[in-house]
């Protein structure tokens, strides 16, 4: 899908979609759990359909009603007499979730995967899941696991993806015994433990942070046979990794956004999105679960991405615009995910006219007052695809996205919504 924008957004109110991270989290643990759960879920997309569809073959009931899912549990002890197919698309939480999920139940299993997937990282995670009972062996996009995950002491690396982290923490709690995790190394992310480790805690799971120092190391304790609980319900807070678009895109021009549907108390690491958009000098305030961001002078900055990756590609387009120098650092993970992140943003803003560079782990931005617009590449990465869309407002000239529909990785709504917000785009 080719996607040419011939007039920006200006401005309006916009509710936030679900969170596509508590979403795999929440509908994981209801599928353990030991009765049926509601999670209120405002919408869906590829991702989260992608572990729907792998706990469905689980032998877990799953159904969406539009506002929410009906989750039915797995029942268990589930056969090991078959293979289990998982098809994971492009979804990465769902491979580094669910292959350890799968482990720790003993089932025979095989992960298909899309796109960029099979070329991301998996070696520290399946030497563990390898190390502590299960075989795993991968043939082109497929992983195999038989075997059965036992409890003991497991260490896995910080700073490549808190994915594994979070994975083994869910597995871990499933196991009869007692287990520990230790983090080699600087634990990056750290959001988005804290968010698994809410989840699993809104599911009768403890577990005990028991170690951590200034080096960012943690040690994790897991206490065995505690068992998951339903809450009965649970809602799915709105995503700030997607509101960040449109919050930064009331930083630059027009009449502000307001997005609606955020919970300012959230673990949500890129809520940290409106302390930045402050800092850049935008106006930003809140009321109840909203936040407004409007357009006034902004100021490069020096921003240390380590636990907020998702927002380097929209806050480089606020960057780009910025008046003086910003440098991104700490963001050399990017270089790992649907797309060579770093790479893609540098590209795609460069090609609108934007003065930036890369470097080791990150970006170096230098800001002027307008953009030139241009045709660009989505990468297959639904968030340069919105990056490219919000860098829209800065440009004097049409911005044309090819292979647009990468957004319904995280946001099939995006452009409904870039619509509703005054924006005219044709599609092709």
């Known amino acids: 899908m080719k996607i040419e924008i ?19 989290r929440m509908l994981i643990c209801a599928a353990l759990a030991d009765n049926n759960t509601y999670i209120k879920c405002s919408e869906t997309s590829d991702d989260i359909d992608a572990t729907v569809s792998c706990l ?58 899309e796109g960029q997937l099979a070329e991301r990282p998996m070696a520290p995670l399946v030497a563990e899941l390898t190390a502590h009972g299960c075989e795993i062996t991968k043939e082109n996009c ?30 871990l709690s499933l196991l009869d015994d007692d ?21 699993l805690s809104m599911f ?6 028991f170690s951590m120092n200034s080096s960012r190391r943690a040690t994790f304790g897991i206490i065995g046979s505690q068992g998951f609980k339903t809450p009965a319900a649970a809602d799915i807070e709105g995503d700030w990794s997607n509101a960040a678009f449109w919050l930064c895109a009331g930083a630059i021009r027009g009449t502000g956004i307001t997005c609606t549907g955020l919970n300012l108390g959230s673990n949500q690491g890129d809520m940290a999105i409106v302390r930045l958009l ?42 780009a615009v910025a008046e003086g120098e910003t440098v991104i650092f ?61 860098a829209s407002i800065a440009c004097e000239n049409p911005v044309t996205i090819n292979d647009a529909e990468a957004v319904n990785k995280s946001y099939p709504g995006f452009f409904k919504d870039f619509q509703a917000l005054g924006g005219s785009v044709i599609e092709s």
């Open 330 to 390: 700490n963001a050399k993970r990017l270089k790992m995910k649907e797309s060579n992140r770093l790479h893609a943003v540098a590209n795609t803003l460069h090609t609108l006219g934007a003065e930036i560079t890369g470097t080791q782990d990150g970006l170096i931005i230098n800001g002027k007052s307008k953009l030139q617009g241009g045709t660009v590449s989505s990468f297959n990465d639904h968030r340069i695809a919105m990056m490219a869309a919000i």
């Open 56 to 113: 469905v073959n689980l032998g877990a009931s799953i159904s969406y009603d539009g506002k929410g899912f009906s989750v039915e549990p797995i029942k268990r002890p589930i056969s090991a007499d078959k293979t289990i197919v998982q098809y994971c698309n492009e979804s990465g939480s769902t491979l580094r979730f669910m292959l350890p999920v799968c482990c720790a139940l003993g089932v025979c299993a095989e992960f298909i995967m």
């Open 278 to 319: 402050e800092r850049f000098g935008a106006n930003v305030s809140y009321e109840g679960g909203s936040v407004t961001v409007t357009p006034a002078k902004l100021h490069g900055l020096q921003i240390d991405a380590i636990d907020t990756p998702d927002l380097v590609p929209v806050l480089s387009v606020v960057a």
């Open 6 to 24: 011939i007039a920006p957004i200006s401005g309006g109110v916009v509710n936030s979609v679900a969170s596509k991270s508590q979403a795999h």
């Open 142 to 171: 497929t992983y195999r696991c038989s075997g059965k995950l036992h409890s003991g002491v497991y260490e896995i690396s910080g700073n490549i993806s808190s994915q594994f982290i979070s994975g083994l923490l869910i597995a």
């Open 179 to 199: 287990s520990a995790l230790c983090v080699a190394g600087r634990e990056e992310s750290r959001p988005y433990i804290a968010m698994t480790l809410e989840t």
């Open 204 to 209: 009768g799971i403890k577990i005990k942070r």
